[in-house]
């Protein structure tokens, strides 16, 4: 089992993108569960993963993720998961000895742009990139779980 240890933050400008190694597809979708939720991620149309994550505990989360075929992962979207789906352009980069990446979400949650570093600890230390804007880590409306029942597009 692995710990999640993860800092969101909003993107204030553009500069990031000079900086990016690789892009994704993601097509993601939700199942709610007592203590926490399973999600179901296709990337790029060709790979599968199955995710289960704990509730919030103190900024970190228990995970377990699994590759499944992509065929079984296009059932569960259907049977299981809510039909609201997330659609993103997910970028990877690298920032002082760190790997970033962020999400540039797409249909309703369009033009929502949030940057993530996952940590090994959760006070260890890192450089913040100019292009980030405020931490948005504690917001849960910013945990791709609930932009599926609040998208951005709907946002005040």
């Not at 103190?58 to 789906?85: S, T």
């Not at 760190?98 to 006070?123: K, M, Q, R, T, Y």
């Not at 292009?131 to 880590?137: A, C, I, P």
């Amino acid at each position: 089992m692995a710990k999640e240890i993860e800092k969101k933050f909003l993107i204030k400008d553009d500069s990031w993108r000079n900086s990016v190694t690789k892009s994704v597809e993601i097509i993601q979708g939700y199942s709610f569960l007592d203590s926490g939720v399973f999600r179901i991620r296709i990337i790029n149309k060709e790979c599968a993963l199955l995710t289960i994550k704990s509730s919030d505990k103190n900024g970190v989360r228990n995970e377990f993720e699994y590759k499944i075929p992509l065929k079984d992962a296009n059932q569960m979207l259907e049977i299981f998961c809510q039909k609201v789906l997330i659609h993103k352009k997910r970028h990877h980069l690298f920032y002082k000895n760190h790997e970033w990446v962020i999400d540039e979400f797409l249909g309703d949650n369009a033009p929502l742009i949030v940057a993530e570093i996952e940590l090994s600890h959760i006070d260890e230390n890192f450089e913040k990139p100019s292009y980030l804007g405020r931490e948005v880590s504690q917001e849960t409306k910013y945990l791709n779980s609930n932009l599926i029942q609040n998208p951005f597009c709907k946002w005040q």
